[in-house]
């Protein structure tokens, strides 16, 4: 690995491993916000919603504009911004001003996100490509298992800290990015897709927000069914309109590659498992089995230390073999895993009735997430490298809102059985549909 794809890979993980942990980082910090700032439970919801609303929303878009004008620009734009509003958080005198700040947030993180794989793409290819998204996606997914640790050791200071403290990773991240190459020149005659954009952002904006509020008011309620309605419709326009916008930011050649298309069907069945299977999981803990919140945390770190060390190795082996078997295994697996974590009673054992469960489903996600990403990415051309990791990120996103929003008071062991079966489905899926690319000389 050269010096150049060192920093590319060290300013695309710093990056998005921030915007990727305030998901989960707020929410043991909630109790103590409420005590600080007051406000209801609705004020608490949208702390953490208002974040996933404008991140969800706006990561398409974001995509797009990262391939218009440059990777490393709005990489360092988001950087900047995710920042500023970090510490508007920090420093925020209410609630209200909490909510529309964690909204600021939302905007930055979707700058990064897709930003920041695109830079990966543009430096990396072949397996070297492979091995960095495992790399990647080892760091960022364990954000997730970090935040609730993070954010619980943090309130013991106070619970602004748990904002605040994202200004030294940002500015880690502004010095190696600045020693990134340069951008190539924007393309002539190239202008922002404004109509697309427009009824992108609204449309999954409607959708998220009829998905986030669902759960308390039901779905007949015309503060979900109107928005959600309201968000499907405009999706729809957005996509007639990208078939024949000029300067469209929507690919549709990009869905012509089978492992695109696949792999994002397959991410939705993943991902939907994934995301309502580890609320669950943490919500039982803490609730059922009485653990604290960093408790609970510590009891999935299992998973964490599996992707760190093995999903590299999995993005490896899948550029070096093909990722149709690691994604076809990996999320049954995974979903073994899950199976066996819902068989888990009301006063469980660590040892005996958790640990196994943990293992299996690290070990199964390790093998999934990196070849995953590697195979939709793969062939994706240069110019809509931001585009690309964009969408599959969106898929993501908004599967996991449906799942999460689907299993609401749920069973333990039903939920969790649910969740297994949409991770074999996921297997299923990519067996069936993901075709591993020609290996030289054969």
Not at 99 to 121: F, H, K
Not at 170 to 192: E, F, H, K, S
Not at 197 to 203: D, S
Request: with cysteine; proline share 5%.
């Amino acid at each position: 690995m050269t010096g150049v794809e060192r920093r590319v890979l060290l300013a695309a993980i710093l990056g998005s491993f921030v915007a990727f942990l305030d998901m989960s980082v707020v929410n043991v910090a909630l109790p103590a916000i409420r005590r600080s700032l007051g406000g209801g439970i609705a004020a608490q919801q949208w702390i953490v919603d208002a974040y996933l609303l404008s991140l969800s929303a706006l990561i398409l878009i974001a995509g797009s504009v990262s391939d218009l004008f440059g990777r490393k620009r709005v990489f360092v734009v988001g950087l900047l911004g995710f920042g500023v509003t970090s510490l508007l958080c920090a420093f925020a005198p209410g609630t209200t001003f909490l909510i529309l700040a964690r909204g600021l947030q939302g905007v930055a993180g979707a700058l990064l996100v897709p930003s920041s794989l695109a830079l990966i793409l543009s430096a990396f290819t072949g397996d070297a490509q492979a091995r960095a998204i495992g790399i990647w996606t080892a760091w960022t997914g364990i954000s997730f298992i970090v935040g609730p640790m993070l954010g619980g050791a943090l309130v013991g200071l106070s619970w602004r800290w748990v904002f605040a403290i994202n200004a030294a990773p940002i500015a880690a991240t502004l010095l190696v990015a600045a020693r990134l190459p340069q951008d190539p020149g924007r393309a002539a005659g190239r202008r922002v897709d404004v109509r697309g954009a427009v009824l992108c952002a609204v449309g999954l904006g409607g959708l998220t927000f009829g998905l986030i509020e669902q759960p308390g008011a039901g779905w007949g309620a015309p503060l979900v069914f109107v928005p959600f309605a309201a968000g499907a419709l405009l999706l729809a326009c957005f996509l007639l309109w990208e078939r024949a916008a000029p300067d469209a930011m929507l690919d549709f050649a990009l869905f012509r590659q089978r492992n695109f298309a696949v792999g994002n069907v397959a991410t939705v069945a993943i991902y939907a498992g994934l995301s309502a299977a580890t609320f669950m999981l943490t919500i039982c803990l803490q609730q059922v089995a009485g653990y604290p919140a960093l408790a609970a945390a510590l009891a999935l770190l299992p998973v964490t230390l599996l992707m760190f060390f093995l999903s590299p190795r999995f993005g490896r082996l899948a550029g070096r073999h093909g990722p149709r078997r690691f994604m076809s295994g990996g999320p049954i697996v995974a979903g073994l895993g899950l199976w066996l974590l819902g068989r888990m009673g009301t006063h469980p054992d660590y040892a005996r009735d958790i640990l196994p469960g943990v293992l299996t489903f690290g070990l199964g996600l390790s093998a999934t997430v990196a070849p995953l990403t590697a195979a939709i990415l793969a062939g994706v051309d240069q110019r809509h490298a931001g585009v690309g990791s964009a969408i599959n990120n969106a898929v993501a996103r908004v599967a996991g809102l449906l799942s999460v929003a689907a299993v609401g008071a749920r069973p333990f062991g039903l939920a969790m059985s649910a969740m297994a079966a949409l991770l074999w489905a996921g297997g299923l899926i990519s067996a069936v549909g993901i075709k591993d690319p020609p290996r030289p000389g054969s």
